[in-house]
Nanobody, 119 residues
Framework: QVQLVESGGGLVQAGGSLRLSCAMS????????MGWYRQVPGKQREFVAS???????NYLDSVKGRFTISRDNAKNTVYLQIATLKAEDTGVYYC?????????????WGQGTQVTVSS
């Protein structure tokens, strides 16, 4: 099992910045991909950013240039730095860890951290 604990959310004014953290524990040796997703009421959870064990990063098009995902392997922590926050960034941000069982992805999720951007 893998445990994920997010932190760093809060109420921020538009134009501000925020750094979310996700601490991993448990059986993380075979985790291939770490990522962040977000969800707002009434909408599906959407992909925001991911980082592979190789270091390759992927981003949702609308956040490119403002969001930066990184990982500190020594601390087993993944970060999401958010700059120039916009009202549409509001939502619950979830940390995700993925391993593969053959061709089947196995996902682990944190409990989520709320980000609210005030205009």
């Amino acid at each position: 099992q893998v445990q994920l604990v997010e932190s760093g959310g809060g109420l921020v004014q538009a134009g501000g910045s925020l750094r979310l953290s996700c601490a991993m524990s448990g059986d993380i040796s075979s985790i291939n991909t770490m990522g962040w997703y977000r969800q707002v009421p009434g909408k599906q959870r959407e992909f925001v950013a991911s980082i592979l064990s190789s270091g390759n990063r992927n981003y949702l098009d609308s956040v490119k240039g403002r969001f930066t995902i990184s990982r500190d392997n020594a601390k087993n922590t993944v970060y999401l730095q958010i700059a120039t926050l916009k009202a549409e960034d509001t939502g619950v941000y979830y940390c995700n860890a993925r391993r593969w069982f053959g061709s089947v992805p196995i996902d682990y999720w944190g409990q989520g951290t709320q980000v609210t951007v005030s205009s």
